[in-house]
Nanobody, 118 residues
């Protein structure tokens, strides 16, 4: 059974950093592409970025390029999202999600809240 558990969210001031983690179990991480997706208050889901199974390829939405970095440690079955230079508009619940064979998410974590406010 696939399980994804995010952690690391919190309240920070603009310009500060956070690192989110996503602990995965129930599947072979090195074979699975993973997304980070966020949902701001009152808005729909927004794709943040994707990383391949080996951790060698990453792609990001334009609004986070140069500020956010995805990585993974397959030995620890953990996905990371390093977020630097945070802005109030980054405030959202952040989810990690596993991509299935269709290329769409087939498993989601419960999310972790990130609030950027002075």
């Amino acid at each position: 059974q696939v399980q994804l558990v995010e952690s690391g969210g919190g309240l920070v001031q603009p310009g500060e950093s956070l690192r989110l983690s996503c602990a995965a179990s129930g599947f072979t991480g090195s074979r699975s592409w993973m997304n980070w997706v966020r949902q701001a208050p009152g808005k729909g889901l927004e794709w943040v970025g994707v990383i391949n199974g080996g951790g060698t390829s990453t792609y990001y939405t334009d609004s986070v390029k140069g500020r956010f970095t995805m990585s993974r440690d397959n030995a620890k079955n953990t996905l990371y999202l390093q977020m630097n230079s945070l802005k109030p508009e980054d405030t959202a619940v952040y989810y990690c999600a596993k991509l299935g064979a269709t290329g769409y998410e087939d498993s989601w974590g419960q999310g972790t809240q990130v609030t950027v406010s002075s």
